[in-house]
């Protein structure tokens, strides 16, 4: 599986953004999909997962309420619509993909994408 991320930019606080996740493979439709991010000198930590529907999303603390995760298995790609952004969301974005189970740990992921910036000045 060949992930690409896009859709990162810098925008101010309080704005919005998009970020795409395109795969190849046929078996898309059957992968778990989740968003990681990692911020300058800090450890990767998750962000939001979904599972193969669509039906099923967990979001992570901090993006609760202001992060949407969904998924389009007919075009193979997952959107993270990101609302209401803050100065600390700034970080590169990763998709990942992986066979089984909602998880928040990135070491279960098995395929990973390249990444795409996110800066949101104050």
């Known amino acids: 599986v060949q992930l690409q991320a896009s859709g990162g930019g810098l925008v101010q606080a309080g704005d919005s953004l998009r970020l795409s996740c395109a795969a190849s493979?046929?078996?898309?439709?059957?992968?778990?999909m989740g968003w990681f991010r990692q911020a300058p000198g800090r450890e990767r930590e998750f962000v939001a997962v979904?599972?193969?529907?669509?039906?099923?999303?967990y979001y992570a603390d901090s993006v609760k309420g202001r992060f949407t995760l969904s998924r389009d298995n007919a075009k193979n790609t997952v959107y993270l619509q990101m609302n209401s952004l803050k100065p600390e969301d700034t970080a590169v974005y990763y998709c990942?993909?992986?066979?089984?189970?909602?998880?928040?740990?990135?070491?279960?992921?098995?395929?990973w994408g390249q990444g795409t910036l996110v800066t949101v000045s104050s």
């Open positions: 990942a993909a992986k066979r089984y189970g909602l998880e928040r740990s990135s070491s279960t992921y098995e395929w």
């Open positions: 493979g046929r078996t898309f439709g059957g992968y778990v």
């Open positions: 979904i599972n193969w529907s669509g039906v099923s999303t």
